[in-house]
């Protein structure tokens, strides 16, 4: 098999995601609750978890609504406390994977082009490449609504691949969520490897398309694959 174009996703798979939003949410909690919020822990945090799972990552007032899910007044310094601890820790834990930066440069060396083909808003996504100092190492970035899509739909995977001058069958998509990566990487034609870990590790796959060509556990055996 000869792969000449990599393909990847950004959350869990080119860094832990899953453990930076779970623990910015904890701290805002914590101080969220020292600033005077009259709930124990495990029931913010459960709360937050539930407004984030309904309004969505990209939404702007999750401890807006928060509060008043919990019965309380909206308080600014309370909401202030929140914002400042969750910003915090996110940007301390948004690092690469060990291994993230060298398999990139590794691939690269042997000539092959890399991406990023993601879903989400386009200037947090952006942000993140940027942030973990990664933006330089792609040959290109395409985020799903800079094209006009709301998902890694086809049209996405055929943008990056016209101009990556590659084709899906030499091709291969590197990501975490077998129903929101995978399956559209498989339908536009591409190899799929699936990640296994982050918030998605446990997830089975419910449909033949998410069924990933092969499984790793860290991006370096990405070259077993293509040995």
């Given at each position: 098999?000869?792969?000449?174009?990599?393909?990847?996703?950004?959350?869990?798979?080119?860094?832990?995601?899953?453990?930076?939003?779970?623990?910015?949410?904890?701290?805002?909690?914590?101080?969220?609750?020292?600033?005077?919020?009259?709930?124990?822990?495990?029931?913010?945090?459960?709360?937050?978890?539930?407004?984030?799972?309904?309004?969505?990552?990209?939404?702007?007032?999750?401890?807006?609504?928060?509060?008043?899910?919990?019965?309380?007044?909206?308080?600014?310094?309370?909401?202030?406390?929140?914002?400042?601890?969750?910003?915090?820790?996110?940007?301390?834990?948004?690092?690469?994977?060990?291994?993230?930066?060298?398999?990139?440069?590794?691939?690269?060396?042997?000539?092959?082009?890399?991406?990023?083909?993601?879903?989400?808003?386009?200037?947090?996504?952006?942000?993140?490449?940027?942030?973990?100092?990664?933006?330089?190492?792609?040959?290109?970035?395409?985020?799903?609504?800079?094209?006009?899509?709301?998902?890694l739909e086809r049209r996405v995977f055929e943008e990056a691949l016209k101009t990556l001058n590659s084709t899906p069958e030499e091709s291969l998509f590197v990501g975490c969520s077998p129903s929101e990566e995978l399956a559209h990487a498989k339908t536009a034609g591409l190899l799929t490897v699936?990640?296994?870990?982050?918030?998605?590790?446990?997830?089975?796959?419910?449909?033949?398309?998410?069924?990933?060509?092969?499984?790793?556990?860290?991006?370096?055996?990405?070259?077993?694959?293509?040995?």
């Amino acid at each position: 098999m000869i792969v000449k174009c990599f393909l990847f996703g950004i959350d869990d798979t080119l860094y832990d995601a899953s453990l930076q939003k779970y623990l910015a949410r904890m701290n805002a909690v914590r101080a969220m609750i020292e600033a005077g919020l009259p709930v124990d822990p495990e029931t913010a945090f459960n709360t937050l978890k539930a407004v984030v799972a309904e309004y969505g990552e990209d939404y702007d007032k999750h401890f807006d609504r928060m509060l008043e899910r919990l019965g309380l007044r909206v308080s600014s310094r309370i909401i202030a406390a929140a914002v400042a601890a969750y910003h915090d820790t996110k940007f301390a834990y948004l690092r690469p994977h060990p291994e993230t930066v060298p398999t990139l440069i590794r691939l690269r060396e042997q000539g092959c082009k890399i991406g990023v083909v993601s879903a989400g808003n386009p200037v947090k996504q952006w942000e993140k490449l940027i942030r973990l100092g990664l933006q330089h190492l792609f040959h290109h970035v395409v985020i799903a609504k800079e094209v006009g899509c709301e998902t890694l739909e086809r049209r996405v995977f055929e943008e990056a691949l016209k101009t990556l001058n590659s084709t899906p069958e030499e091709s291969l998509f590197v990501g975490c969520s077998p129903s929101e990566e995978l399956a559209h990487a498989k339908t536009a034609g591409l190899l799929t490897v699936r990640v296994k870990r982050g918030a998605h590790r446990s997830e089975k796959p419910k449909a033949p398309e998410e069924i990933p060509d092969y499984e790793v556990s860290t991006l370096v055996e990405l070259f077993n694959i293509t040995k």
